[in-house]
């Protein structure tokens, strides 16, 4: 066990520090412009996996990225510094928040509006791009964006119960 701090390290690596100040492990690529700052976490004994990579995507505008192998490819989670936005499944957030596989399936945006199957929601919710959507005023539309009652439907309304309605609209 190695101890930096302490002369009886409780694992591995142990950074200890007994300041009064906040201790901090830095990992730094000199060429900044080239080489990811990243830890990788293996398993495996006689030829360790990578399992996990985390760290700074310099060639993706910095963002800190958690991925399954190389930063910048399959990549589960990243972080933009400049704006914040959080994506996961994916490398690059349409919102404030994201979760993508290979389109865009949830998003909040900063205006605290949330899109299922659309990355720029047109109410509080929006579910596939119109479909149904909740306003700021809390009116709802189905098959429609831009409901102008408490529920507008456009298209038909069936009402019962089975495969045969007893009621039409």
């Known amino acids: 066990n190695i101890g930096i701090g302490t002369t009886s390290p409780a694992s591995l690596l142990e950074v200890y520090s ?5 201790t901090q492990l830095t990992i730094t690529a000199a060429t900044s412009s080239t080489y990811d ?14 399992r996990f990579v985390m760290g700074v995507d310099q ?9 399954t192998s190389t930063l910048g ?13 959080l994506a996961v499944g994916t490398d690059t957030a349409a919102t404030l928040f994201s979760i993508a596989t290979s389109t865009n399936i949830f998003n909040v945006t900063s205006l605290g509006r949330v899109g299922i199957g659309t ?12 479909q149904l959507v909740v306003t700021t ?5 189905i098959a429609t964006s831009t409901p102008r009652d408490t529920l ?14 007893t009621f039409y609209i």
């Open 37 to 50: 700052s990243q830890i990788a976490f293996r398993t495996g004994a006689s030829a360790p996996t990578t």
């Open 119 to 130: 990355a720029d929601p047109s109410g509080k919710l929006d579910v596939g791009s119109g």
């Open 59 to 67: 060639s993706d505008s910095n963002k800190f990225k958690i991925a």
């Open 18 to 22: 007994s300041a009064e100040a906040n």
């Open 152 to 165: 507008e439907i456009w298209g038909g309304l069936y009402v019962g119960t089975s495969t045969t309605p």
């Open 73 to 85: 490819t399959n990549d589960i989670l990243s972080i933009n510094p400049t704006t914040g936005f």
């Open 137 to 141: 005023a809390g009116l709802v539309g």
